[in-house]
């Protein structure tokens, strides 16, 4: 990415070079900032292992189409509507979840991360995952990246299963000093997984 001046304004240009060759899509939305600073952490780290695009924030209008355009997509989310049964991002994720479950994405890598509060929040740590996860899963998608919930401290999430959370689950807010460890073992895990 880079800057320049037009007249009296800055204007960022983004690298679409990075774009158009990238085979990873990283995808967020964010209500507070978290997720989107979680992106970027991913980015960075997964940049050292393979080809992604940099972070790109979900367009309600654009993001189905561009989800074609990668051979696997990093989807970020926070939970906002605590204790939800759905809608639980409070994005724009859940505008679009309905259209992303009848997408085609049949046998495309797709992993999941979030960003919760796990002490203010503990009874619903990073539930949005969960929905996220369930929403492309049934679009076909092959779903990678579950992980383990030992070292967490956290009371209850949706997004557990036999376990596992079906993603990565990030507390910036509490544990912001565990993030880099937590997402180089994530992306790690990702390239095993075969999503490159």
Same mark, same amino acid.
């Given at each position: 990415?880079?800057?320049?001046?037009? *007249?009296?304004?800055? %204007?960022?240009?983004?690298?679409?070079?990075?774009?158009?060759?990238?085979?990873?899509?990283?995808?967020?939305?964010?209500?507070?900032?978290?997720?989107?600073? @979680? @992106?970027?952490?991913?980015?960075?780290?997964?940049?050292?292992?393979?080809?992604?695009? !940099?972070?790109?924030?979900?367009?309600?209008?654009?993001?189905?189409? #561009?989800?074609?355009?990668?051979? =696997?997509?990093?989807?970020?989310?926070?939970?906002?509507?605590?204790? =939800?049964?759905?809608?639980?991002?409070?994005?724009?994720?859940?505008?679009?979840?309905?259209? %992303?479950? #009848?997408?085609?994405?049949?046998?495309?890598? %797709? @992993?999941?991360? *979030? /960003?919760?509060?796990?002490? #203010?929040?503990?009874?619903?740590? /990073?539930?949005?995952?969960? !929905?996220?996860?369930?929403?492309?899963?049934?679009?076909?998608?092959?779903?990678?990246?579950?992980?383990?919930? #030992?070292?967490?401290?956290?009371?209850?999430?949706?997004?557990?299963?036999?376990?596992?959370?079906?993603?990565?689950?990030?507390?910036?807010?509490?544990?912001?000093?565990?993030? !880099?460890?937590?997402?180089? =073992?994530? /992306?790690?895990?990702?390239?095993?997984?075969?999503? !490159?």
């Amino acid at each position: 990415m880079c800057t320049f001046r037009v *007249g009296h304004r800055r %204007v960022i240009k983004r690298n679409f070079n990075n774009m158009i060759s990238a085979k990873v899509g990283l995808y967020y939305t964010t209500t507070s900032g978290f997720t989107k600073e @979680a @992106a970027g952490i991913i980015h960075d780290e997964f940049s050292k292992r393979g080809v992604i695009s !940099e972070p790109i924030e979900v367009d309600a209008s654009s993001a189905l189409n #561009s989800f074609r355009d990668f051979s =696997a997509l990093l989807v970020g989310t926070p939970t906002w509507n605590t204790g =939800a049964e759905e809608m639980r991002s409070g994005t724009t994720w859940d505008n679009i979840l309905e259209e %992303v479950r #009848s997408e085609n994405l049949q046998g495309k890598k %797709v @992993a999941v991360f *979030g /960003c919760g509060d796990s002490i #203010s929040y503990g009874d619903y740590f /990073c539930d949005a995952i969960e !929905e996220i996860h369930s929403a492309f899963a049934k679009s076909g998608a092959m779903m990678v990246g579950k992980v383990d919930t #030992s070292g967490y401290d956290f009371i209850h999430s949706k997004s557990v299963q036999d376990g596992y959370f079906l993603g990565l689950a990030l507390d910036q807010v509490n544990e912001e000093h565990l993030t !880099e460890e937590r997402v180089r =073992a994530w /992306c790690s895990q990702l390239i095993k997984e075969g999503v !490159e």
